[in-house]
């Protein structure tokens, strides 16, 4: 018998994935009353809070401390929550369900990794090196190098509701 593997696609999560995926872990855990508490927070706080999953694990800025980041790889979490499932084991949940259907889940507010210095290490700046991030200018310039105008933007009425209609300059 072999095995399918999904194709992955990487994008940001939505509030219907999450709930959708939050829907399927309640259901595989009908019977842990801590972990659908802990289901209701995750939801909001995926949205509200920067995280990011590296190295197997899910770092995750604290809510109730903002300077910190928890880290939770779905079985160990090391916040100090003393009784029951904690919101970042949820999350990881929610997040493993999103895994499962296909999608590597990115968070609408990146976490930005940071690396640990060694004693010996002096701290610099981002702006020591080389940064050449803004030497691209493709999308604000054609082929001859003239910088191409930006097109109007207008809100046009669909179904009652106001929906933004960009004009993009056709090609001759």
């Not at 289901?39 to 899910?58: I, S, T």
């Not at 919101?87 to 369900?97: E, G, N, P, V």
């Not at 940071?114 to 002096?122: A, H, Q």
Request: glycine share 4%; net charge negative.
């Amino acid at each position: 018998m072999s095995t399918m593997t999904l194709p992955h696609r990487t994008t940001t999560i939505t509030p219907e994935m999450i709930t959708a995926a939050s829907l399927l872990v309640r259901i595989t855990h009908s019977d842990d009353a801590s972990l659908a508490r802990a289901l209701g927070k995750a939801e909001c706080r995926l949205f509200d809070l920067a995280w990011v999953v590296a190295d197997g694990q899910l770092h995750i800025a604290s809510h109730s401390r903002p300077r910190d980041v928890n880290l939770t790889d779905g079985l160990e979490c090391s916040c100090p929550t003393s009784r029951g499932t904690c919101w970042h084991l949820a999350a990881w949940s929610i997040l493993s369900a999103v895994c499962a259907a296909g999608i590597n889940p990115v968070a609408p507010i990146p976490l930005p990794l940071c690396v640990e210095l060694d004693d010996d290490d002096e701290p610099g700046s981002f702006l020591d090196g080389p940064f050449d991030a803004f030497d691209d200018d493709s999308l604000t310039h054609d082929e001859y190098g003239d910088v191409i105008p930006m097109s109007p933007v207008y809100f046009e009425e669909v179904d009652e509701l106001p929906v933004m209609v960009r004009r993009v300059r056709r090609a001759a």
